[in-house]
Structures are given as structure tokens and as C-alpha cells.
């Protein structure tokens, strides 16, 4: 299965369950074996490790956004949106569809994760040397044009026909799937070394292209499956290290949340602000759902 979205934690539950009543008796099914009520499903799914889960999801997504979602813009979501859907091209519906998902809640995860990360930049010390060391990494503005193929074949043969002296606009036009960027022959918004957005695979091709007009020379593997074929139509001069800095603390700061060996210090930011906004459980059933969060980092601050 491809992979969802880059760089971000995709969770999606049951559509819809959180409208259902809890103490409603309709009947949501009927057999010659016995009949399944709201209710019912309601208590089973708050029982099972998944409906644990989502409530801890709905609950730390609502807390967060609450304190940190005004960080995170209509324009941010939208543009992490169009970016992630062109790279997934004519594929992207299936996606969606595999993953159980609209492009509303796709556009919502991606929100959730973006205020996570404000909320964790918030509450986690970026130190400076991890700045030096991303400035060290940092590559900076970089615009490409991208053909989003169906297939490896068709990327080799879009490369080819490049070589032929096909212009660009041609070979787009003929083999790309994606139609998010039509309009601009496949152009994408400039970005730099510190985006989510862009597929890590993409990143490291466009950086490797030394002068305007250069493609690559062969199909670009994403981490999603996908085969594409790039162009690079401008870059900038690196900037200094201070006019980036806050992009630089929002790479440590993703970096920091991707990685599985920093869960226990992830739920204990969690946790210090769930606490601080006094949430309370108040259903028996649901009571230990926060726990690893809010009971992290407690005893060690004793």
C-alpha cells in the first residue's frame, strides 16, 4: 500500500461516530442471529484499543488546537494539500479510498499535524546546536516542474523524449497524471530543505540539479510508489542562518516528532498541557485512554 503522507501521522477512524448518541437504542442492525444497537456499538467501540485511541486523538486535537491552531492558516493547510495530492497524481482518489478517507479529513490530518507541531515547538528547546546542524543541512529554496507518471515506463519514456529535444510543456502535457498544477505545466511552489510536503526522495533529486532547465536523468523513486520526472526551474542563494532560524527549529522540531525513539518525551509535552488546560475524563469507560500522556513525566520531575 502506498504510503498516506509524507512526514505526518495519519489516523483515521470510523466517519461519523462521533455524532452518534450514547444512550441512543436505534437499531443499526437486524439478523435472524440477533439485532446490534447504537448503543451497543457505542460501548464495544469505547472498549476497544482503537475507540482508546480516538478519543485520545480527539481530545489532544482538540486541546491543541484550541491553544496553538490560530498558528496554523487556511493557506498552510491548503497549500501542504494541493502539494501532497500532485504527487500522488491520478492515483490520489484510490488512495483516499484505501485509507477510508475524504479530502476533507486528508485536509484535516494535515492540520492536526501542523498544529502539533507549533504545539510541540512551543514546548520543546530547540538547542544550538541542533540549529548549526540543520543550517549545515539546509538547502534552500529550490523550484522544480514535475511530471507525475503512471508508471516507471512512462517516466522513462517522458525522459526520453526530453532527450529528443521535446520541450517541457509538451512532455508534461502528455505524460503527467496529476492535474492540481496543470495550469502551470506542472510547476510547484518553491520550497527548501525544511518541507514536510514534498517527499523526501523529490527534495534530494531537485537539489542535485545543478543549472536551470536541468531534469533528471532517470524516474525519481518516491516513498509513496510513485514515479516522476523533474525540472529545475529556479533556485536562490542560501540565506543566512538567522533569517531561517525559525524554519530550521520547525525542521528539528519535525524531525524530533518523527522519530519513534522520542515518544515517551512527545507524551510528556503532550501531557504538561493537557494537564495545564485541566482536562478530565469523566466517562469510567474512557479513563485511562490519556494516560501515557497524562501521567508522563511526573515521577522523573519529582
Known sequence: ????????????FIGGLVFLSLNSSKTLMTSNSGKITEKQFINDIKKSSAGQQEFANMTINKVL????GSNISKTDVQDAFDTQKAQYGASFKSVLASNNATEEQFKTNIKNNLVMNAAVKANYKVTDKQIDQAYKDYHQDTTISMITAKDENAA?????????????NTVYKKYTTEKTYTSKNGQLPAFDSTSTSIDAAVQNAAFKLSKTGDYSSSPVTGSNGGFYVIQLDKTTSKPSLNSVRSKLSDRVVSTFLNDQK??????????????????????????????????AGISSSK
Do not use: C, H, P
Not at 488546537?65 to 496553538?68: E, H, I, P, S
Not at 522513462?156 to 517541457?168: F, Q
Not at 482536562?279 to 497524562?294: G, R
Open 156 to 168: 522513462k519514456e517522458a525522459i526520453e523524449a526530453l532527450k529528443s529535444g521535446d520541450s517541457w
Open 1 to 12: 500500500m502506498r504510503k498516506f503522507i509524507w512526514g505526518l501521522l495519519v489516523i483515521i
Open 262 to 295: 522520542n515518544t515517551t518525551k512527545i507524551q510528556t509535552i503532550i501531557g504538561k498541557i493537557l494537564r495545564k488546560e485541566n482536562v478530565n475524563v469523566k466517562d469510567s469507560q474512557l479513563k485511562n485512554a490519556l494516560n501515557a500522556y497524562m501521567t
Open 65 to 68: 488546537d484550541d491553544q496553538y
